[in-house]
């Protein structure tokens, strides 16, 4: 049964993903686009003529979905935290080294920005991890969700991994990875049909991985995490139309400064 | 694939590029994709990327200055793509008709789909254009599109089709 | 088999005086086989050794050290560097002092086992032990100074057939290399105080020497500057070892770590302080990034891949006492802000070898937080830290001395571009910082367990928060340094533009691709040791790699495009980004590790 979880989480995040634009568009009083929408785009994408600029750079692509396929795997096979949270920098830097690889300004800011985006939010998530190997005494997920009571003993971590969710699924005001109006797409930019399609399924996957983190707040109670997930996604959402995009660095300063702080706090306060 | 034909009208992707136009038209193309038209609900996005894009939706006379990049562009979105030519400058010269410095309309260089008229053209009219554009992209096979003028070459280097130097730059003399 | 170790190198040295460049060939492969071979045995041996050296012996080490300092002295008087002549009159004294008190109080203290004849035990009986005893962490820094430092010596060759200088300067430069491999091999075996000082101080020696080897003006500064924190580090160690004398009684590690109370933790205080010196901990970086001036072979041997590998070791050597204590605390915390503040200096550099050299300092600072914590999980972690950082880094600075000697290349800012060029010297570079980050290498595993094993820790030493933290932000501050140079080494055009064939010479290739096997084979080793299923489908996703040559043919369908420029025909660059401090908080974090530097001591000794 797992393995037809894992086997449909691009399609589950292509309907998250689908979902949410229609959800933005209803917050700005739009009828938006058909929930299906991103599946008709994939659809579409295979149906275009593919350029690329060089094997290496597209095939990077590929293995970028495919190593984030895998992580999102492992997190419903209920593997050690540490080790999906690093199989994931894994995935990143196959996206990021993708993105030196043209000899493209864009390509390579948005590679740059990705890479900052890396370093504001990997801490957040290895703390988050460490918070529940202190409450749940295991790393490992299938573990962890047979415990309860995260949500009142981190509450801190918990704001901390709800302000890096907007950096992961690229959301205002730390949509910096993507910001089309800027550097048109950032790393994803000279990828086209084929292996477009990869990098946009990577996307979905994104919203898998991160949410999934938002779950597993819930311990055993799935009801609760359900909720978590609906309450984080709907809050991101309502975020993202209200504000503009921050600089790079700034965002980074904010993560740092409220967001690792909080953390710290958290786990001093589990420790002592 | 037969099957996924279908699916090229449901996500038209736009490339909006201004070939020198005063504005106008720009600004109707962003109300077109603003919350009030809300062309989204086709499956628009605008991209800004021509690697990504389906439509071509390009805006003023063509000077002398932007006409590389025109075909630059355009021969980056990958095939099948429609063109729009939205406002009367583009598709004829408008105003600026026999001008030193312009090139009176898109269609000198490059294949254009569907002319939207209008100075400027209405938001109305952009959707109709597009909605026309769809059927077309429907039709179109995957064969490679080439522009009229400033067209280089398209070569196999060893097994690999290159398309590096199908745009070609202005030769100075040309000026 | 010790003696192999150490002679050998010595033997190596005086022919390689008088050999030909085939012949300088022929035997830093020999040393290198031979070593490798010795070490690897000795390391899978059980049995602990220990030696007593003759009086006689110990009479020519003084006067050697003696000389040593006056030689110091000496060049402090040529180079008109006060600091020079005052750290080597202080240690003259202190040294004079402490073999002063040493004999007079241990007239009895006369061993005559000769070199040549070992005990498998200590000398109880004599109520002293011996002067050189190897043990485990002797054998396991025996694999990494023979296997790695043999390969740069051979490596070092083909390097020094490219250097313009004279050839006896040459065969001097690759002589030098052998002896400090058998210097190394002695350090780490050192048990006596006295001994270690006189290695340490041959080590800063080896230091000043290559530095200075260019001659030029930037060259000697940097080598008197090299000089003189380093002997601040050896008069640590005197002090250390004439409070050692005074309350404890003695001048050997093993009889001072088993002894207790008394001044005990401001001897070992002290010691570590020297390791912090010789490790580079951000108020001393300044001599190890001077360094980099020197031949790359230098830079890779001393400044990066054995040599101060002996800051980690000798915290691990007295890791079983700190471990608990506050020291022990105070020295983790200062490893892991040394660990995130070198890598945060290191974004503002743009010559390589200068970010190579900083990280090689954050990362050294890492173990020494490992190695300070004091848990034999900790400490096991740093010695495979250390390990698969040799690996690496010597891997990182050979490429680099490729570089500079093929593409006279030394700034990242020029290397643009430069996979079109030589793709084969990028790939081991960017293989260099893949195995320094991402798994399912060596030392990306080790700080994945370093993590879990500090997580662990939390509840009963709560300070460690401070070394967590400090570990996964500077994780990520180096992730953002390797990668930010991969951006300049990689931008790539389409791939229906031809380029020359990259031919690396074979005196350069052979030595990489040894180490290419090394971290590859390690790693693997490493995670199947670990019997750790999860760990081992880690390098799942690295299967696609058998795949690669049937999908790059499949890729040839796929039309070559320009990457986009708005339009241009013209394609521009994106620049390098740099982050540096302000001179304010440069001046705050050098003042403040000054601090923390010596509030060590202050601690050793309320504590």
């Given at each position: 049964?797992?393995?037809?979880?894992?086997?449909?989480?691009?399609?589950?995040?292509g309907l998250v993903y689908g979902g949410e634009r229609v959800l933005r568009a209803r917050m700005q009083?739009?009828?938006?686009?058909?929930?299906?929408?991103?599946?008709?785009?994939?659809?579409?994408?295979l149906d275009k003529r593919t350029l690329i600029v060089h094997a290496p750079h597209a095939l990077l692509?590929?293995?970028?979905?495919?190593?984030?396929?895998?992580?999102?795997?492992?997190?419903?096979?209920?593997?050690?935290?540490?080790?999906?949270?690093?199989?994931?920098?894994?995935?990143?830097?196959?996206?990021?080294?993708?993105?030196?690889?043209?000899?493209?300004?864009?390509?390579?800011?948005?590679?740059?920005?990705?890479?900052?985006?890396?370093?504001?939010?990997?801490?957040?998530?290895?703390?988050?991890?460490?918070?529940?190997?202190?409450?749940?005494?295991?790393?490992?997920?299938?573990?962890?969700?047979?415990?309860?009571?995260?949500?009142?003993?981190?509450?801190?971590?918990?704001?901390?991994?709800?302000?890096?969710?907007?950096?992961?699924?690229?959301?205002?005001?730390?949509?910096?990875?993507?910001?089309?109006?800027?550097?048109?797409?950032?790393?994803?930019?000279?990828?086209?049909?084929?292996?477009?399609?990869?990098?946009?399924?990577?996307?979905?996957?994104?919203?898998?991985?991160?949410?999934?983190?938002?779950?597993?707040?819930?311990?055993?109670?799935?009801?609760l995490g359900a909720a978590l997930v609906a309450g984080v996604f709907l809050l991101v959402n309502l975020?993202?139309?209200?504000?503009?995009?921050?600089?790079?660095?700034?965002?980074?300063?904010?993560?740092?400064?409220?967001?690792?702080?909080?953390?710290?706090?958290?786990?001093?306060?589990?420790?002592? | 694939?037969?099957?996924?034909?279908?699916?090229?009208?449901?996500?038209?992707?736009?490339?909006?590029?201004?070939?020198?136009?005063?504005?106008?038209?720009?600004?109707?193309?962003?109300?077109?994709?603003?919350?009030?038209?809300?062309?989204?609900?086709?499956?628009?996005?605008?991209?800004?990327?021509?690697?990504?894009?389906?439509?071509?939706?390009?805006?003023?006379?063509?000077?002398?200055?932007?006409?590389?990049?025109?075909?630059?562009?355009?021969?980056?979105?990958?095939?099948?793509?429609?063109?729009?030519?939205?406002?009367?400058?583009?598709?004829?010269?408008?105003?600026?008709?026999?001008?030193?410095?312009?090139?009176?309309?898109?269609?000198?260089?490059?294949?254009?789909?569907?002319?939207?008229?209008?100075?400027?053209?209405?938001?109305?009219?952009?959707?109709?254009?597009?909605?026309?554009?769809?059927?077309?992209?429907?039709?179109?096979?995957?064969?490679?599109?080439?522009?009229?003028?400033?067209?280089?070459?398209?070569?196999?280097?060893?097994?690999?089709?290159?398309?590096?130097?199908?745009?070609?730059?202005?030769?100075?003399?040309?000026? | 088999?010790?003696?192999?170790?150490?002679?050998?190198?010595?033997?190596?040295?005086?022919?390689?005086?008088?050999?030909?460049?085939?012949?300088?060939?022929?035997?830093?492969?020999?040393?290198?086989?031979?070593?490798?071979?010795?070490?690897?045995?000795?390391?899978?041996?059980?049995?602990?050794?220990?030696?007593?050296?003759?009086?006689?012996?110990?009479?020519?080490?003084?006067?050697?050290?003696?000389?040593?300092?006056?030689?110091?002295?000496?060049?402090?008087?040529?180079?008109?560097?006060?600091?020079?002549?005052?750290?080597?009159?202080?240690?003259?004294?202190?040294?004079?002092?402490?073999?002063?008190?040493?004999?007079?109080?241990?007239?009895?203290?006369?061993?005559?086992?000769?070199?040549?004849?070992?005990?498998?035990?200590?000398?109880?009986?004599?109520?002293?032990?011996?002067?050189?005893?190897?043990?485990?962490?002797?054998?396991?820094?025996?694999?990494?100074?023979?296997?790695?430092?043999?390969?740069?010596?051979?490596?070092?060759?083909?390097?020094?057939?490219?250097?313009?200088?004279?050839?006896?300067?040459?065969?001097?430069?690759?002589?030098?290399?052998?002896?400090?491999?058998?210097?190394?091999?002695?350090?780490?075996?050192?048990?006596?105080?006295?001994?270690?000082?006189?290695?340490?101080?041959?080590?800063?020696?080896?230091?000043?020497?290559?530095?200075?080897?260019?001659?030029?003006?930037?060259?000697?500064?940097?080598?008197?500057?090299?000089?003189?924190?380093?002997?601040?580090?050896?008069?640590?160690?005197?002090?250390?070892?004439?409070?050692?004398?005074?309350?404890?009684?003695?001048?050997?590690?093993?009889?001072?770590?088993?002894?207790?109370?008394?001044?005990?933790?401001?001897?070992?205080?002290?010691?570590?302080?020297?390791?912090?010196?010789?490790?580079?901990?951000?108020?001393?970086?300044?001599?190890?990034?001077?360094?980099?001036?020197?031949?790359?072979?230098?830079?890779?041997?001393?400044?990066?891949?054995?040599?101060?590998?002996?800051?980690?070791?000798?915290?691990?050597?007295?890791?079983?006492?700190?471990?608990?204590?506050?020291?022990?605390?105070?020295?983790?915390?200062?490893?892991?802000?040394?660990?995130?503040?070198?890598?945060?200096?290191?974004?503002?550099?743009?010559?390589?070898?200068?970010?190579?050299?900083?990280?090689?300092?954050?990362?050294?600072?890492?173990?020494?937080?490992?190695?300070?914590?004091?848990?034999?999980?900790?400490?096991?972690?740093?010695?495979?830290?250390?390990?698969?950082?040799?690996?690496?880094?010597?891997?990182?600075?050979?490429?680099?001395?490729?570089?500079?000697?093929?593409?006279?290349?030394?700034?990242?800012?020029?290397?643009?571009?430069?996979?079109?060029?030589?793709?084969?010297?990028?790939?081991?570079?960017?293989?260099?910082?893949?195995?320094?980050?991402?798994?399912?290498?060596?030392?990306?595993?080790?700080?994945?367990?370093?993590?879990?094993?500090?997580?662990?820790?939390?509840?009963?030493?709560?300070?460690?928060?401070?070394?967590?933290?400090?570990?996964?932000?500077?994780?990520?501050?180096?992730?953002?340094?390797?990668?930010?140079?991969?951006?300049?080494?990689?931008?790539?055009?389409?791939?229906?533009?031809?380029?020359?064939?990259?031919?690396?010479?074979?005196?350069?290739?052979?030595?990489?691709?040894?180490?290419?096997?090394?971290?590859?084979?390690?790693?693997?080793?490493?995670?199947?040791?670990?019997?750790?299923?999860?760990?081992?489908?880690?390098?799942?996703?690295?299967?696609?790699?058998?795949?690669?040559?049937?999908?790059?043919?499949?890729?040839?369908?796929?039309?070559?495009?320009?990457?986009?420029?708005?339009?241009?025909?013209?394609?521009?660059?994106?620049?390098?980004?740099?982050?540096?401090?302000?001179?304010?908080?440069?001046?705050?974090?050098?003042?403040?590790?000054?601090?923390?530097?010596?509030?060590?001591?202050?601690?050793?000794?309320?504590?």
């Amino acid at each position: 049964m797992i393995w037809v979880w894992i086997a449909l989480a691009p399609i589950l995040g292509g309907l998250v993903y689908g979902g949410e634009r229609v959800l933005r568009a209803r917050m700005q009083r739009r009828q938006g686009p058909p929930v299906l929408q991103p599946f008709y785009d994939m659809f579409k994408l295979l149906d275009k003529r593919t350029l690329i600029v060089h094997a290496p750079h597209a095939l990077l692509g590929v293995a970028h979905f495919f190593v984030l396929w895998f992580t999102v795997a492992a997190i419903f096979l209920g593997w050690n935290l540490l080790y999906i949270v690093f199989l994931h920098l894994f995935a990143q830097m196959l996206l990021i080294l993708a993105g030196y690889s043209v000899r493209s300004a864009y390509s390579h800011l948005g590679a740059n920005r990705e890479l900052l985006m890396l370093i504001a939010y990997e801490p957040i998530l290895i703390l988050v991890a460490v918070g529940f190997y202190l409450q749940s005494g295991s790393f490992d997920i299938a573990q962890i969700v047979r415990g309860g009571g995260y949500l009142v003993q981190m509450p801190l971590l918990f704001v901390a991994l709800a302000m890096i969710v907007p950096i992961k699924v690229k959301k205002s005001p730390f949509d910096v990875g993507e910001a089309h109006q800027e550097i048109v797409g950032g790393v994803e930019i000279e990828y086209s049909g084929l292996f477009y399609e990869f990098l946009y399924m990577s996307r979905f996957l994104e919203y898998i991985f991160i949410y999934s983190f938002v779950f597993i707040f819930a311990g055993v109670s799935y009801g609760l995490g359900a909720a978590l997930v609906a309450g984080v996604f709907l809050l991101v959402n309502l975020v993202d139309n209200a504000t503009a995009r921050v600089r790079t660095m700034h965002m980074v300063k904010i993560i740092y400064a409220v967001a690792l702080s909080l953390s710290i706090v958290n786990i001093m306060w589990i420790v002592l | 694939m037969k099957f996924f034909t279908a699916f090229r009208k449901k996500s038209p992707w736009i490339l909006h590029y201004n070939a020198g136009s005063c504005n106008g038209c720009d600004i109707e193309i962003l109300a077109a994709l603003g919350p009030k038209f809300d062309l989204e609900r086709f499956g628009v996005i605008n991209t800004g990327n021509p690697k990504q894009s389906d439509i071509f939706l390009v805006t003023g006379p063509v000077t002398y200055r932007s006409r590389e990049r025109l075909v630059e562009l355009y021969s980056q979105i990958p095939e099948p793509k429609v063109v729009i030519a939205v406002g009367s400058c583009t598709a004829t010269g408008g105003v600026f008709r026999g001008m030193y410095n312009v090139e009176d309309g898109i269609d000198q260089y490059i294949p254009v789909d569907v002319y939207v008229p209008g100075c400027a053209s209405t938001p109305q009219l952009i959707i109709d254009a597009i909605v026309k554009a769809l059927e077309i992209l429907e039709t179109k096979s995957k064969e490679i599109e080439k522009p009229f003028k400033l067209f280089g070459a398209i070569a196999m280097v060893g097994n690999k089709l290159s398309r590096l130097n199908m745009a070609t730059r202005v030769k100075h003399d040309e000026i | 088999m010790l003696l192999t170790l150490i002679l050998l190198p010595i033997a190596t040295a005086f022919l390689t005086l008088f050999s030909s460049k085939r012949m300088q060939y022929f035997l830093s492969g020999a040393v290198l086989a031979i070593g490798s071979y010795q070490s690897i045995v000795l390391f899978t041996s059980a049995e602990n050794m220990s030696f007593h050296l003759s009086s006689l012996f110990n009479t020519v080490i003084i006067a050697a050290d003696i000389i040593l300092l006056l030689y110091f002295l000496y060049q402090g008087t040529k180079h008109n560097s006060s600091k020079v002549i005052v750290l080597a009159v202080v240690q003259l004294v202190l040294f004079l002092y402490i073999e002063h008190a040493a004999s007079s109080g241990h007239s009895a203290q006369v061993v005559v086992d000769g070199l040549s004849k070992y005990t498998m035990e200590y000398d109880i009986s004599s109520g002293h032990s011996a002067e050189i005893v190897v043990d485990g962490l002797s054998k396991f820094m025996f694999l990494i100074i023979n296997i790695v430092g043999g390969i740069i010596v051979l490596y070092s060759v083909r390097y020094m057939e490219d250097e313009e200088a004279t050839l006896r300067k040459k065969q001097l430069f690759i002589a030098g290399m052998f002896l400090f491999l058998s210097v190394m091999n002695a350090i780490v075996c050192a048990n006596s105080l006295m001994l270690f000082f006189f290695l340490f101080e041959m080590t800063t020696l080896a230091s000043y020497q290559l530095i200075a080897f260019r001659n030029d003006e930037l060259s000697r500064t940097n080598a008197l500057r090299a000089l003189w924190m380093n002997q601040i580090g050896g008069a640590v160690i005197l002090a250390g070892a004439l409070i050692a004398l005074r309350s404890a009684n003695t001048l050997m590690f093993d009889t001072l770590l088993q002894h207790s109370g008394g001044m005990l933790l401001l001897a070992l205080a002290l010691l570590s302080m020297s390791a912090l010196v010789k490790g580079a901990s951000v108020p001393f970086d300044s001599w190890l990034l001077g360094a980099m001036v020197a031949p790359t072979p230098v830079s890779a041997m001393l400044h990066s891949a054995t040599m101060v590998k002996i800051a980690p070791y000798l915290i691990l050597k007295l890791a079983p006492v700190l471990g608990t204590t506050l020291l022990g605390g105070v020295l983790s915390i200062i490893g892991a802000l040394v660990f995130v503040a070198a890598s945060y200096l290191a974004l503002s550099r743009s010559v390589f070898k200068e970010i190579l050299g900083y990280s090689t300092v954050a990362l050294l600072g890492l173990m020494m937080a490992l190695a300070a914590i004091g848990t034999k999980e900790t400490m096991m972690l740093a010695m495979v830290l250390m390990l698969f950082h040799a690996l690496s880094k010597a891997l990182l600075f050979l490429a680099a001395g490729v570089l500079e000697k093929q593409y006279h290349l030394k700034s990242i800012e020029e290397m643009s571009a430069l996979v079109h060029r030589a793709p084969k010297t990028v790939g081991y570079i960017v293989l260099g910082f893949v195995s320094l980050t991402l798994p399912p290498f060596g030392l990306f595993v080790g700080k994945l367990f370093a993590i879990t094993s500090v997580a662990s820790l939390l509840r009963e030493r709560p300070l460690l928060v401070i070394v967590l933290v400090s570990m996964v932000v500077g994780s990520a501050l180096l992730v953002l340094l390797y990668f930010k140079v991969s951006s300049a080494l990689l931008s790539n055009p389409s791939d229906t533009l031809s380029a020359e064939r990259e031919r690396i010479p074979y005196g350069y290739n052979i030595p990489l691709i040894f180490l290419t096997l090394l971290i590859v084979g390690s790693g693997a080793g490493f995670i199947i040791i670990q019997h750790n299923v999860l760990l081992a489908l880690l390098a799942v996703p690295l299967t696609f790699v058998f795949v690669l040559p049937r999908v790059m043919r499949g890729m040839e369908r796929y039309d070559r495009t320009d990457p986009y420029h708005c339009g241009e025909k013209e394609p521009f660059d994106a620049a390098l980004v740099y982050f540096e401090p302000s001179v304010r908080v440069k001046r705050m974090i050098y003042w403040s590790f000054t601090l923390l530097f010596v509030s060590v001591a202050v601690i050793g000794g309320l504590s």
